[in-house]
């Protein structure tokens, strides 16, 4: 009879084990350097909407859903463009009532893979985001946007006239 | 030796440690003078502007071919956003610049020198280092595409090519080719690569995806981007750590 009890009460606790492990869902940790949110926005029409994809990390933002605002829009259901996410291509769907939007609807969304829907919830990277700042210029080579011998002579000539003075 | 010179409408600075000979350089330049003959669309007697003007595809000579080839396969693997063929004519100019400078630097490893730079206007290929930085790299600056004059990151680079795409020194001169819309979210990506022809085309291509396309290089295993937005935030792959000078 102990025997018996012994072998029960272990399997109750398998049993209560097995429960917690299936409902743990895997978690992506965040890395602790987020400050601000990433990621690619997109808009919907009416144009002055934007709605932004990413996750949210400050509080202090406003709720994607509901965008309370001076501009006047007009009810009813409005498409956005279709805006190509590199992930796949992302259209959103938004009704508006009484100049809110009561429902965003994913007409369209990147979901290619079999597993990337959850993921894509979460871990669209996260990349590392800071304000420029000026540097020390004591640089041996500068990379920047291309000079075309219109600008390079435009500036060329403004240094001339610099040059004069 | 340091030397500039304008091809293709642009300063094309050339710099070598330790050499005084003068026929490397001239060699150099040369070369990316016929490059600009055969692939200019401001030249109306070379070869793109008469493929332009209907030039049978039997007169192609082979480096044409190969560049349509180059741009044809970077057009797949940018998911059609680097895209040589605008309103019916074909401007081949966004891969040719990386091309001529990586080809440059060829010419110039092949002669024997191991620390050098070529730069063509922004877009570099920098080998071995400086003298000054005991030839370990070379200390290359991004420019502040809000004030022309100052820098916002530094970078050090040893065998790598370097490239910026920007909208600031010419207006906002790229397009979204699949809505031809105009970028106006960013301002300038930088793209740090394992030479300036890698680095360049994926720099143009990325920065027509707009905000998404330092997703695009972060999901690239050899290259590492660096993005400035319009309100003044940078944005960085989590790689770039490995470049940068703080």
């Given at each position: 009879m102990k025997k018996f009890f012994v072998s029960v009460a272990i399997l109750v606790v398998f049993f209560v084990y097995s429960i917690g492990i299936r409902h743990q869902r895997p978690r992506i940790a965040k890395p602790s350097n987020l400050s601000r949110q990433t990621t690619s926005s997109f808009s919907a029409n009416p144009s002055s909407l934007t709605y932004s994809s990413s996750q949210k990390t400050n509080s202090s933002n406003e709720s994607n859903t509901t965008n309370p605002t001076t501009t006047g829009y007009k009810n009813g259901t409005y498409t956005g463009s279709v805006a190509d996410a590199y992930y796949g291509q992302v259209q959103v769907q938004a009704v508006i009532n009484n100049n809110k939007i009561t429902n965003l609807k994913f007409?369209?969304?990147?979901?290619?893979?079999?597993?990337?829907v959850y993921i894509n919830q979460q871990a669209i990277p996260y990349l590392k985001q800071e304000t420029i700042q000026s540097q020390n210029?004591?640089?041996q080579i500068i990379s920047g946007a291309t000079f075309t011998s219109e600008a390079f002579i435009q500036s060329l000539t403004n240094a001339l006239s610099k040059a004069h003075a | 030796m340091r030397k500039t010179k304008i091809i293709m409408g642009m300063p094309i600075t050339i710099h070598i440690e330790d050499c005084d000979d003068t026929h490397i350089f001239n060699d150099v330049f040369n070369y990316l003078k016929d490059i600009d003959q055969v692939?200019?669309?401001?030249?109306?007697?070379s070869l793109i502007s008469k493929i332009n003007n209907?030039?049978?595809?039997?007169?192609?000579p082979r480096q044409v071919r190969q560049i349509f080839s180059l741009a044809k396969k970077t057009k797949k693997e940018t998911n059609g956003f680097f895209?040589?063929?605008?309103n019916g004519n074909i401007d081949p100019s966004g891969i040719v610049k990386g091309y001529a400078i990586y080809q440059a630097s060829k010419l110039i490893k092949n002669a024997g020198y191991k620390n050098y730079f070529v730069d063509g206007s922004g877009d570099i290929q920098a080998m071995g280092g400086a003298k000054q930085n005991k030839y370990q790299y070379w200390l290359i600056g991004i420019r502040n595409p809000f004030e022309i004059?100052?820098?916002?990151k530094n970078f050090k680079l040893r065998n790598k090519g370097i490239a910026t795409s920007g909208s600031y020194i010419r207006g906002d001169?790229?397009?979204?080719?699949?809505?031809?819309?105009?970028?106006?979210?960013?301002?300038s990506l930088t793209v740090i690569g394992p030479n300036v022809y890698e680095a360049d085309r994926f720099a143009t291509a990325a920065f027509a995806m707009g905000r998404g396309g330092i997703n695009f290089i972060e999901n690239k295993k050899s290259l590492e981007g660096y993005m400035i937005d319009e309100n003044k935030i940078s944005t960085l792959t989590t790689g770039l750590g490995k470049y940068e000078v703080n």
């Open positions: 007409l369209s969304y990147p979901n290619s893979h079999p597993a990337s210029a004591n640089v | 692939f200019s669309t401001y030249k109306k007697n209907g030039l049978q595809q039997e007169y192609w895209n040589i063929n605008h004059n100052s820098i916002v001169h790229i397009y979204n080719p699949k809505t031809n819309n105009v970028i106006k979210e960013i301002v």
